[in-house]
């Protein structure tokens, strides 16, 4: 009864510490790749103004910007601060660049067809690179978007579906994003309400959206509605232009999706011409030979050329179960288990803490990789 008693508690103690990682650890690998992304965009943005495609601010921080929290929380911004926050980026009254509360750089006039093969290839992110930033003052909600939505992906942010148009572009532009881990960006989708703004900058420059209203089966009008995993026609081109962000619902749960969809109130951004074949293939290659975990091969299209529209699991793959992950996480899990049973096997020959204290440091290392592939595994809430 002794030895049961200490192993249930032990299972307890080990759902708890997986639960924490869950929550605290992986947002802090979030928050670490967030930097990363802010770096690798304002490389990119120094390249293009160097190439005298843009113009940026003395000042790259906005006022509007400085009031959205890169932290969310299970409440939204308050009322006050969220009207406030609206204003700073309400398309009419949205400040020049330079001054306080503009953007941080501008799109200098250019027409597309004249870009080089070279800065075609900066403004058309490989999957994984850094593509923009959105900001949604409802939910207090700053953070660099990633392209594509590889489980790779969306641990470093919210991520653009393979074959969307890039945000601001005509079409639907479709993002997905955590509503639990790793920094929860998406976590507050639940308290968006139509006509609230969401702003995401580009390359391109800065696109507005406004978000439509949906009815519910009680009449009631919500910014946001619930579909099945399989109701991927939510990433459809509508024949207009919007903006649609997915998540997990109900918080905590992969049972289904939480949809938004908001409509494009600013200029559509110009649709950027296909890249010749030749740099196609340099490009397919540079993402083949990139570090890519097992589980996230099967989800690449390197046949970037003839990527069109979104896969039919688009839903599912991004944020369901990932099955690849299980012998990973069963071998890293009987290392500590292993482990852990040679140094109570020790203990008991020779000193209990002594040996417990010495083998904690190989128990915990082991444990941590327990837990990064048993995540990857089960559902990206």
Known sequence: MGGVGRTLITLGVLVMLFAGFQLYGTGILEAQAQEALTSE????????????????????????????????????????????????????????????????????????????????ALLTPLPGEVLG???????????????????????????????????????????????????????????????????????????????MPQIDEDGNELGYFIVRPDQVEVL?????????????????????????????????????????????QERTEIVAADDIPAEDAGELALDIENVVGVEENALEASLGWNLAERTPTLLWGGATVAVALLAILLGRLWKKLPTYIAASPAILFLLFFTFVHLDRMLPAL
């Open 41 to 120: 965009f304002d490389a990119k943005l120094a390249t293009l103004e160097a190439a005298g495609l843009i113009t940026t601010s003395p000042e790259t921080d906005s006022a509007a910007s400085d009031a959205v929290s890169d932290d969310n929380s299970e409440t939204a911004a308050d009322p006050d601060e969220i009207s406030e926050m609206q204003d700073g980026i309400n398309l009419a009254n949205r400040p020049k660049l330079g001054e306080p509360g503009g953007p941080a750089f501008e799109v200098n006039p250019i027409e597309p067809a004249a870009l080089t093969e070279e800065q075609l």
């Open 133 to 211: 930033e959105i900001e949604i003052p409802r939910m207090g909600l700053k953070r660099k978007l990633i392209s594509g939505t590889r489980r790779g992906d969306l641990r470093k942010g919210p991520g653009l579906y393979e074959g969307s148009p890039l945000p601001g572009q005509p079409g639907n532009a479709s993002i997905a994003g955590h509503r639990t881990t790793y920094g929860q960006p998406f976590v507050d989708l639940d308290l968006m309400q139509p006509g609230d703004l969401i702003k995401i900058t580009t390359l391109q420059g800065e696109s507005f959206y406004e978000v």
């Open 236 to 280: 459809d081109d509508y024949g207009d232009n919007r903006l649609t962000l997915t998540a997990c619902h109900p918080k905590r749960s992969s049972r289904l999706r939480i949809i938004v969809q908001a409509q494009l109130v600013s200029a559509p951004q110009p649709v950027l011409p296909q890249l010749s074949p030749e740099q196609q």
